[in-house]
């Protein structure tokens, strides 16, 4: 019942800010709410004090007593969707899949998967030494186990 009536509120919270889309929501058998949001551009402040209160006003604590807590994606959360790609084209990812592992920049996004680019030295194909070579490689979402954005410092 309690997820149910908390789930409705956020779900028309979030309508009325597009850029905010939920990432993960669970209500634990003691009525602790959480919420994990991001943003096409960024969570702020602001914007989960607004999710904490569409849904805190709306609930009567005299009827369920409950904890709630609203939270933006951390800076080393995992991308779990699709949409929080388009927004980090540019940056570094680190992306496992189940045969392998990359590190490059994210270049593409398409409805489909990721194309991420890196510069590798490989052997000269007559000689010795090493070249520097550009690769390529485009990633299914389905194939994705894992992508993380490496943060730089």
Known sequence: MLKEKVETLLNDAL????SLFLIDFSVSPDH???VVLDGDKGVTVQDCIKISRAIE???DREEED???EVASAGATSPLVLPRQYSKN????LT???LEDHFEGSLTTVTDTGIVL???AREPKPVGKGKVTVQKKKEIGFSDIKEAKVMLKF
Request: aromatic share 8%.
């Open 15 to 18: 309508e009325q800010d597009e």
């Open 32 to 34: 602790r709410i959480s």
């Open 57 to 59: 006003h709306n609930l």
């Open 66 to 68: 409950f904890s709630l």
């Open 89 to 92: 084209v540019g940056r570094k």
């Open 95 to 97: 992306v496992r899949t």
């Open 117 to 119: 680019e890196w510069k």
